[in-house]
């Protein structure tokens, strides 16, 4: 069986890398490529970091070909989005310039469920409520908690009522 080896390191050079990187996984793999450096092999690793023989092997490999940055976490592609950059392009355009009352909406502020409505009806994609406030903020958009207000409300009678409420409840 081939042993492990970091032939381009000492232990004291990667505890130098261990000390000078803040991220915590690349520190473990470090701290792993440390003890393989000292001479334990990695079938006893297994019992400290609970990583396979394998895994060490990529480390090792992957870290004498391309150093620290060999250790980094590979970015996952995740699931393909449903809208394209066109389509969230044009959604921000009616989004920032646009009222929902405009395209038949019976209100004059976006909301969540209003945006799915409207990617559903234009773009044919169905979108969950969670998911929707995900693209807005994406898109930059931040939540805004309209307050109402109400045009028949008469502002004379709503200082009085509020100076009624003081005097039966102690404030003045």
């Given at each position: 069986m081939k042993k492990l080896s970091i032939p381009n390191h000492t232990v004291e050079s990667l505890e130098a890398l261990l000390r000078s990187n803040p991220d915590y996984v690349v520190g473990t793999r470090i701290m792993a490529l440390i003890q393989i450096k000292k001479g334990m092999s990695s079938r006893k690793l297994k019992e400290f970091y609970y990583k396979s023989h394998s895994r060490y092997c990529e480390w090792v490999k992957s870290f004498n070909s391309k150093g620290v940055d060999g250790l980094l976490n590979k970015p996952k592609s995740g699931r393909k989005p449903l809208l394209s950059r066109e389509q969230l392009s044009q959604l921000q355009g009616v989004l920032q310039h646009s009222r929902p009352h405009d395209f038949g909406f019976n209100t004059a502020?976006?909301?969540?469920?209003?945006?799915?409505?409207?990617i559903k009806s234009n773009f044919g994609v169905k979108y969950k409520k969670a998911q929707i406030y995900n693209i807005l903020k994406s898109l930059g958009f931040t939540f805004q908690k309209a307050r109402g207000r109400y045009p028949e409300a008469d502002p004379v009678k709503q200082e009085e009522f509020i100076e009624t409420l003081k005097k039966t409840t102690g404030r003045t």
């Amino acid at each position: 069986m081939k042993k492990l080896s970091i032939p381009n390191h000492t232990v004291e050079s990667l505890e130098a890398l261990l000390r000078s990187n803040p991220d915590y996984v690349v520190g473990t793999r470090i701290m792993a490529l440390i003890q393989i450096k000292k001479g334990m092999s990695s079938r006893k690793l297994k019992e400290f970091y609970y990583k396979s023989h394998s895994r060490y092997c990529e480390w090792v490999k992957s870290f004498n070909s391309k150093g620290v940055d060999g250790l980094l976490n590979k970015p996952k592609s995740g699931r393909k989005p449903l809208l394209s950059r066109e389509q969230l392009s044009q959604l921000q355009g009616v989004l920032q310039h646009s009222r929902p009352h405009d395209f038949g909406f019976n209100t004059a502020t976006w909301n969540g469920p209003l945006v799915a409505e409207y990617i559903k009806s234009n773009f044919g994609v169905k979108y969950k409520k969670a998911q929707i406030y995900n693209i807005l903020k994406s898109l930059g958009f931040t939540f805004q908690k309209a307050r109402g207000r109400y045009p028949e409300a008469d502002p004379v009678k709503q200082e009085e009522f509020i100076e009624t409420l003081k005097k039966t409840t102690g404030r003045t």
